[in-house]
């Protein structure tokens, strides 16, 4: 796991180096090609007046003669067979340079989305709360695929594109210095424009990775929330909210698109301009037979400077382009880094302690415990204390937002304590080996959650080493075995993304028959049992009770119904406990409770 994009550069700095470095060997040859031709032209036709060119022609001609009568059909056919094996070798360089890029580049994103994906897993709910989803799939799929295009093009093009344009310039003036001050006149204004566009198209950029953060929420909102939007018939105002987040992010693409849209045709009329300077002033040089170096400007190297030219301006829109793909990289790599260096604050260390203890001795003490999702926001849980023994039964009742579940998340350490401390076994919490903890706990949380693949895949996500027999004692406590014993395949039946494939109900009591399946000290359902009907939902519990009598079980709900049998009930409003007692006691000494209890049997009396 990496903290930061770099880390991933250096595992791969072997190939970050290498990679283009070969990739310089075709470079070289791109540089050589024109050269070689104009020492053909010349040997054919006149004698070189440039170190460049006398020097490849002597190499030719070190060659021999395969036609002594007719020395440039010879010249020719050597010059063309070095040209053929330097374009021969320079794309086999090129494959190997892809490969090398292709692999790191891979290596790149993969270790990234690696990274990502344990880091997010990682956060606690406070640090998780910074974040929308949506923008977390972003960086984890988006932004990081952009960080791997990066890496991509830096090895296959990054350096040799600089290095053709370079030589380009050092070459021309070599063969004729005043065209090479045409050549040298245009390059400013090319990197002016590409300094330009990437100053502008970087904060751009910024912008249009938010509205796609937007529009996926957008989009997510109305996948998941489908049926509420059909069932009000509200597909034309959710059409309209998409619409405008979709222009939006339309709006911001096109803005950016059209600032990098100027740069091919402001280069190509630069380099356009220059080609006709070069041409028009090598023409009437030749013509008037104007001396420069002591010699007249010959065809040849006109010809050869004009190629150059070419292969600048190819080289310059290739420049453009990585300018837009490093400029994405550059923000994405921002977004991603701004996820790898959140220091997770609950995290496992070997180092901390786990402990045994007996049936009836404390499992669970809260001592003054607050909690604020935000660093001096209002208190989400106020001085909580209670505590728990193990093998007792414990219910948690209260109105919606009054922070039932949130107790549960200081329990599973999903959350730690602003104020006050929470004891497991005797130990703070915070000291208690974070892995040990959750192993020790099954948790069914109130939205029921099945993965997609079997029945059976999901019931050894608690436990891989349970085995059909301790499956089928799941199933049959939380009754879910009378539907699941209807299907052919058994504990082989699929089961969608989601669940999709079966009712709420059905979710509910497999998520719980997954619980039981861990063999775990504590058992908490968080209102896992909403969607059954009073029958089924006793009967749930009653046989947790009967066949797990050892489990210590927490049971939050807003039924008194569900949490009357329990050994202690906790009464929650507002963040704060109102009264903990048991149900008899309750009844007697909280009007709250009391109250509760008597709106949900009126209409059963």
């Not at 959710?238 to 222009?247: G, R």
């Not at 209670?386 to 919606?400: A, D, R, V």
């Amino acid at each position: 796991m990496v903290n930061k994009v770099s880390d991933t550069y250096k595992h791969n700095l072997l190939f970050l180096i290498i990679g283009p470095l070969i990739k310089q060997i075709e470079a070289v040859f791109d540089l050589l090609i024109p050269l070689f031709m104009k020492a053909i032209i010349d040997l054919s036709f006149s004698s070189s007046r440039d170190v460049i060119t006398k020097t490849l022609g002597e190499f030719i001609k070190s060659f021999g003669m395969i036609n002594p009568n007719n020395p440039q059909i010879s010249y020719c056919f050597t010059g063309g067979m070095i040209i053929l094996f330097m374009g021969i070798f320079g794309f086999l360089t090129t494959m190997v340079t892809q490969y090398i890029a292709s692999v790191s580049a891979t290596n790149v994103g993969t270790e990234l989305r690696n990274s990502l994906y344990k880091k997010i897993l990682s956060l606690s709910r406070i640090e998780r709360e910074r974040y929308s989803m949506n923008h977390l799939l972003t960086v984890l799929n988006s932004d990081s695929y952009q960080v791997q295009q990066g890496v991509l093009f830096f090895i296959r093009l990054a350096v040799r594109a600089p290095f053709i344009i370079i030589g380009s310039l050092v070459i021309s003036f070599i063969l004729d210095w005043q065209i090479g001050l045409i050549f040298l006149a245009c390059s400013p204004l090319i990197v002016i424009i590409i300094f330009v566009v990437m100053s502008r198209t970087s904060k751009m950029y910024l912008g249009i990775q938010g509205q796609l953060d937007k529009l996926s929420n957008r989009t997510t909102d109305s996948i998941v929330g489908s049926k509420v939007i059909r069932a009000f018939n509200k597909q034309k105002d959710e059409d309209k909210l998409y619409d405008k987040a979709a222009s939006e992010y339309k709006a911001a693409s096109i803005k950016v698109s059209k600032l990098n849209a100027l740069v091919n045709p402001l280069t190509f009329a630069i380099v356009s301009i220059s080609t006709c300077l070069v041409v028009v002033f090598g023409a009437v040089s030749m013509d008037k037979g104007i001396q420069f170096n002591g010699s007249v400007l010959m065809p040849s190297t006109l010809l050869t400077e004009v190629s150059y030219l070419e292969l600048i301006f190819q080289t310059v829109i290739v420049l453009t382009n990585l300018v837009v793909i490093f400029t994405k990289s550059g923000v994405s790599i921002k977004r991603v880094n701004n996820i790898l260096k959140i220091k997770p604050s609950i995290v496992n260390d070997e180092k901390q302690v786990t402990k045994n203890i007996n049936k009836g001795d404390e499992i669970i003490k809260f001592d003054s415990a607050y909690l604020a999702f935000k660093e001096g926001g209002n208190y989400a849980l106020k001085d909580i204390n209670f505590s728990l023994n193990k093998g007792q039964s414990l219910g948690i009742i209260g109105g919606t937002g009054s922070g039932k579940s949130t107790i549960l998340s200081l329990i599973l350490r999903f959350a730690d304590t602003s104020k006050g401390s929470v004891y497991y076994k005797g130990v703070n919490i915070k000291d208690y080996n974070l892995n040990s903890l959750r192993k020790e706990i099954a948790y069914v949380p109130q939205k029921a959650t099945l993965f997609e693949g079997t029945i059976k895949s999901n019931l050894k996500m608690a436990n891989i080493d349970a085995d059909d027999k301790k499956m089928e004692d799941a199933l049959k406590a939380s009754l879910a075995y009378e539907f699941v014993k209807k299907y052919d395949d058994y504990l082989e039946h699929q089961v969608l993304e989601g669940g999709s494939n079966f009712s709420g109900g059905q979710r509910q009591r497999l998520t719980i028959a997954r619980a039981l399946v861990k063999n775990s000290e504590i058992l908490i359902l968080d209102d896992s049992t909403s969607a059954l009907d009073l029958l089924t939902d006793r009967k749930v519990r009653e046989n947790i009770s009967s066949l797990y009598p050892d489990l210590t079980k927490i049971i939050i709900s807003q039924r008194v119904s569900t949490v009357s049998s329990m050994d202690k009930i906790i009464v929650m409003e507002k963040g704060s406990i109102v009264a903990f007692d048991t149900h008899e006691n309750l009844m007697n000494n909280c009007p709250l409770y009391h109250e509760t209890y008597l709106s949900q049997t009126r209409g059963e009396n």
